[in-house]
C-alpha cells in the first residue's frame, strides 16, 4: 500500500472509529437510565451534556500544562539549538502549517510528542536522549511525525477521546449509585434488554478505554504515513522506530497521563494488543518499509 493510500484508508477508519465511540457513550447515557426508569431520552441528555462539556473544557486546556506535567523546557530563540529549530521550522515549512512551539525535555531515554488543538497553536518536545541516539535523517522522520499529528488534528482527537472516557467513568458511576439507592425500576424495562442495559453501565469504563487506545493506536499508523510523506524517507523513520524501542530505559520525567502522546510507548510497559497505546512497533516498522 503506498503512502497516499495509507493515509486515506487510516482516516476512513479513524471516522469510524470515532463516531462509534461517540455512539458508544450515547447508548451508555440511555442504558443508564432505560436500567432505572424504562426511558432512554434523559441519559441521552446527560451524555450529550457530560461529553459536550468535558469535550470543550479539555480542548481549551493550555499546552503549557501538558509541557509542565513532562518538565519540558520551552527553546525560544534559532541560537539555543539550531539543527533542531531548523528542523521543525523545515517540516512545519513542508507541512504548509505554522511553526510549532519548540521544548525540550532533559531525559536521557530517546522520545518525543506533540499537543495543541490546531495547527495554529501546536507544539513539538523531544528528549535530549532523542537527539543523542539518532542521526540527522531519523530525527527528521521523527519531527515529522509529531509535525504530521498537529497538522492532522490528532491531538484535539485525542484530547476529545479523554473527554469521552472520562464521560462514560462519570455515567457509569453515576449509574452505580443511583442503582445501589434506587427502589427497583417501574417495570417498563424488558428483561433481556435490562440486563443488557446493566452490563453496559457496569463495563463501560473499560470498553470507553479499550476505544480510546484503538484511536491512539491508528494515529499512530496515520502520522507514520503521514511522515513518510512529508520527508520522502521512510526507511528513516523505520530506523528511529527501532532505535527508540530498543532502548529499554523510560522516559522518568513522562506523566503518565500523557503517555499517549509520545512517539513510542514513554513507560515501557511492553504491553500490546487491545491494552496498547502505541501499535505494535514491528507492525509499525512493516508498514513503514512497505511504502
Do not use: C
Not at 463516531?19 to 457513550?25: A, S
Amino acid at each position: 500500500m503506498n503512502r497516499l493510500k495509507q493515509i486515506q484508508h487510516n482516516k476512513r477508519k479513524t471516522v469510524v472509529i470515532v463516531t462509534g465511540f461517540i455512539l458508544f457513550v450515547l447508548f451508555v447515557g440511555a442504558a443508564l437510565t432505560y436500567s432505572l426508569y424504562g426511558e432512554i431520552f434523559t441519559g441521552l441528555l446527560m451524555a450529550l451534556v457530560i461529553g459536550g462539556g468535558y469535550s470543550a473544557m479539555m480542548i481549551f486546556s493550555s499546552t503549557n500544562v501538558v509541557m509542565r506535567m513532562n518538565h519540558a523546557q520551552e527553546i525560544t530563540e534559532r541560537s539555543q539549538n539550531i539543527q533542531l529549530w531548523e528542523m521543525v521550522d523545515n517540516m512545519a515549512m513542508v507541512a504548509r502549517i505554522e511553526k510549532p512551539r519548540l521544548f525540550i525535555i532533559k531525559d536521557n531515554s530517546p522520545n518525543a510528542f506533540a499537543t495543541g488543538t490546531s495547527p495554529k497553536n501546536g507544539a513539538v518536545a523531544v528528549t535530549t536522549g532523542l537527539m543523542d541516539h539518532l542521526n540527522h535523517d531519523e530525527l527528521e522522520g521523527v519531527i515529522a511525525h509529531e509535525v504530521a499529528h498537529i497538522k492532522n488534528y490528532d491531538i484535539r482527537l485525542s484530547t476529545i477521546a479523554v473527554a469521552l472516557v472520562s464521560a462514560v467513568a462519570i455515567l457509569s458511576d453515576l449509574g452505580m449509585r443511583m442503582m445501589f439507592f434506587s427502589r427497583g425500576g417501574n417495570n417498563k424495562q424488558h428483561p433481556f434488554v435490562l440486563i443488557l442495559a446493566l452490563a453496559l453501565v457496569i463495563l463501560s469504563p473499560l470498553i470507553a478505554v479499550l476505544i480510546q487506545m484503538a484511536i491512539s493506536r491508528n494515529r499512530e499508523y496515520l502520522a507514520d504515513a503521514s511522515a513518510a510523506e512529508l520527508t520522502r524517507n521512510p526507511e528513516a523513520l523505520a530506523s528511529a522506530l527501532q532505535k527508540i524501542t530498543g532502548v529499554d530505559t523510560p522516559v522518568r520525567e513522562a506523566s503518565s497521563s500523557s503517555a499517549s502522546l509520545y512517539f513510542a510507548d514513554p513507560l515501557k510497559k511492553k504491553v500490546t494488543g487491545l491494552f496498547s497505546t502505541h501499535p505494535d512497533p514491528k507492525e509499525r516498522i512493516e508498514r513503514l518499509m512497505q511504502m
